[in-house]
C-alpha cells in the first residue's frame, strides 16, 4: 500500500544545530506539505510544494526551509535549531485533483535543548 | 493565520451518547474534511465532503457539508470507548496549483467506560 512515511520518529537536539526532518511518500503525489502542532495552536502550516522545483511558504515558514528535488521527498531544515521550533511535526500529501484530501504522516517529535 | 472555528473544544461522555461537533467559517470552501488524531499518530481521513448539503455516513459518523459552505457538522451515534481522540475539521480550497487546508482548533473527545 503507498504510504508517507517520516523520520526520524523523535529527535533531541542542541539550540543552533541544524536538523533535517526526512518525509516520504509513495503515492507519486504532487503536492507536499509539512505542519507543526502546538498546544492550544492546532496545526499550523510551515512549507508547502506543488511539484518538483517548487517550494512555498506558509504562516510559520520563519526558520526553516525545504527543497524538492523528486516526486517522492520533501525534507524539512531547521537552519539554526531554537527552543521555539520545539513541537511535533507533520509531513502530509495530496493528489493533483481539486477533491484529494490530505493524507498524513505519523508526526516526528523535535526538542531543542 | 485563518482558523476556523470549531466547537466544542473538549467533550467527556458516558459510552453510549451520541455526539455533535461543528465548524464554521467567514470563507466558503470547495470541500470540507474531518480527521481523527490519536496519540502519537497523524491525523486521519475519516469523511470527505464535496457538495454543498452533502451528507455522508462513515459507519457510526455522519457528516454534512453546510449549504452555504461555510460550515460543516460531524456525528458520532452511539459512541465507544475507542472514539477517544482528537477530531479535526478541515475546509479545502484550491490555490493556483493546488489545495489548501484550513483547519479548525480540534475537538477532544473523551469516552467514560
Known amino acids: 500500500d503507498a504510504e508517507i512515511t517520516q523520520s526520524p520518529r523523535h529527535k533531541i537536539t542542541e539550540t543552533g544545530r541544524q536538523v533535517t526532518l526526512a518525509c516520504h511518500q509513495t503515492w507519486n503525489h504532487n503536492n507536499m506539505f509539512w505542519y507543526r502542532q502546538d498546544l492550544g495552536h492546532g496545526l499550523r502550516l510551515i512549507h508547502y510544494?506543488?511539484?518538483?522545483?517548487?517550494?512555498n511558504k506558509g504562516e510559520v515558514s520563519d526558520g526553516y526551509s525545504v527543497s524538492r528535488s523528486n516526486t517522492e521527498d520533501l525534507p524539512l531544515t531547521l537552519e539554526s535549531a531554537a527552543s521555539s521550533q520545539t513541537s511535533v511535526y507533520f509531513c502530509?500529501?495530496?493528489?493533483?485533483?481539486?477533491?484529494?484530501?490530505?493524507?498524513f504522516g505519523n508526526g516526528t517529535r523535535l526538542t531543542v535543548t | 493565520g485563518q482558523q476556523l472555528n470549531q466547537s466544542p473544544q473538549s467533550m467527556f461522555i458516558q459510552e453510549g451518547e451520541d455526539v455533535s461537533m461543528n465548524c464554521t467559517s467567514s470563507?466558503?470552501?470547495?470541500?470540507w474534511l474531518w480527521y481523527k488524531q490519536e496519540p502519537g499518530e497523524g491525523p486521519v481521513l475519516l469523511i470527505a465532503l464535496y457538495k454543498a448539503g452533502e451528507l455522508t455516513s462513515n459507519g457510526r459518523l455522519t457528516a454534512q457539508f453546510g449549504i452555504t459552505r461555510k460550515d460543516s457538522f460531524l456525528n458520532i451515534s452511539a459512541s465507544i470507548p475507542s472514539d477517544v481522540g482528537i477530531y479535526f475539521c478541515a475546509g479545502q480550497q484550491w490555490q493556483n496549483a493546488g489545495n489548501m487546508l484550513t483547519f479548525g482548533g480540534g475537538t477532544r473527545l473523551m469516552v467514560k467506560p
Open positions: 502530509a500529501s495530496s493528489g493533483p485533483s481539486r477533491n484529494s484530501p490530505l493524507h
Open positions: 510544494s506543488y511539484g518538483v522545483q517548487d517550494t
Open positions: 470563507s466558503i470552501f470547495n470541500t
